[in-house]
């Protein structure tokens, strides 16, 4: 299996195909998804993008981080999670000592809206893109980041102060809430509750009955 990385200035936003039928049928899959995020003209938001933002990972994540909407940096380099959020949320992931080959991060909006305002009316209209990139992704486990994510993946959570540190069944899947890593630059207390409740997703992330390994496609 071929894994992308994750050092946020060396990825691509697409998944490489590898050899092997089902490879390249994700791949394919993939590519063409891709392609319609980029070219997309269904709300205002493309008309002010540099870059509409993709993802950046693992093809075979078992663990999908869901933030809300790019960035200045993130519409100029066309990468989730390259600023300082981004910093913070990678940081936290080699703290915590997840495998780079088990991650993979993305935003609920694929364009960066006027003043890094969250714009419910692109949420709804990018909500397709989304769900067909789990699809694609298959992850076990989600971590939402942010209350509007929260409120996307699972609408009857609770506040994300709340909500976050512990795990919610979603689906198939399970979902665990996280405050925006945006959150813990603004206070003591934020950042303090942003190492805590990580912390926790580390520790509930170990065991093995939490989170299968995948098989490489």
């Known amino acids: 299996m071929h894994s992308m990385g994750f050092e946020s200035t ?3 936003p697409e998944i490489e195909p590898s050899s092997g039928p089902p490879a390249a049928t994700m791949g394919a899959a993939w590519a063409g998804l891709a392609q319609e995020i980029r070219g997309c003209t269904k709300c205002p938001l493309h ?8 993802y ?7 663990v999908v981080f869901v933030g809300e909407a790019p960035g200045a940096t993130e519409d100029r380099l066309g990468l989730p999670f390259v600023g300082r959020s981004g910093q913070r949320l990678d940081a936290a992931i080699t703290e915590v000592a997840i495998p780079p080959d088990d991650v993979g991060i993305l935003n609920v909006v694929k364009c960066r809206p006027p003043r890094n305002v969250f714009d ?3 949420a709804a209209t990018c909500r397709p893109y989304l769900d067909r ?3 694609l992704l298959d992850p076990p486990i989600l971590v939402s980041l942010g209350a509007h994510a929260l409120r996307i993946l699972d609408p009857d959570a609770p506040r994300v102060l709340l909500a976050a540190g512990r795990p919610r069944p979603a689906g198939e899947r399970v979902l665990f809430p996280l405050i925006h890593p945006a959150a ?6 934020l950042a303090e509750r942003w190492r805590t409740d990580f912390a926790a997703f580390g520790r509930w992330l170990a065991p093995a009955g939490n989170a299968p390994a995948r098989e490489p496609i």
């Open 10 to 12: 060396k990825l691509a």
């Open 47 to 54: 008309a002010t993008r540099t870059h509409a933002v993709i």
């Open 56 to 62: 950046r990972g693992s093809r075979t994540p078992r």
């Open 120 to 122: 419910r009316t692109a």
């Open 133 to 135: 990139q789990l699809a």
């Open 184 to 189: 813990a630059l603004r206070s003591r207390a």
